[in-house]
């Protein structure tokens, strides 16, 4: 993966931005969407396409585009840049391959450690019961 290469396959569309600004905000088109066309993409394998749509899964579309907002700063450029970073570091982190957990075995001293705590517990309880008249 080249992140130069990705770059260029961004689309950006640039809206009015709410909060705060006053009639600033109402003039200006600072906000700023970023998509990007996973399944389309030139510069992803086949491979990294499968992993990143696994992995992302919940921040794409239906049809498998990827689209992120930015409007923290007043500045379309600052927010641009703001939205890059976060999308390589969104497609950095969903390539990222997860190591198979390997299963673990109780040990014999916690299973006898276990059993030997719930029959303390049991006697504790039972002998808070009435005695029987036998």
């Not at 500045?75 to 497609?91: C, G, T, V, W, Y």
């Amino acid at each position: 993966m080249n992140a130069e290469n990705l770059t260029k396959e961004l689309n950006f569309k640039a809206i009015r931005s709410s909060g705060a600004g006053g009639q600033h905000v109402n003039k200006v088109s600072s906000k700023i969407v970023l998509t990007f066309d996973v399944i389309n993409s030139v510069n992803l394998t086949d491979e990294e396409k499968e992993i990143l749509l696994k992995n992302i899964k919940t921040r794409l579309s239906k049809e498998s585009i990827l689209t992120l907002n930015c409007d923290e700063s007043r500045s379309q450029h600052k927010n641009k840049e703001i939205a890059i970073k976060r999308f390589l570091e969104l497609i950095k982190n969903g390539l990222k391959v997860q190591k198979p957990r390997k299963k673990t075995k109780q040990s014999r001293a916690s299973i006898r450690k276990r059993l030997e705590k719930k029959s303390r517990h049991a006697l504790k309880k039972s002998n808070r019961k009435k005695p029987s008249i036998d």
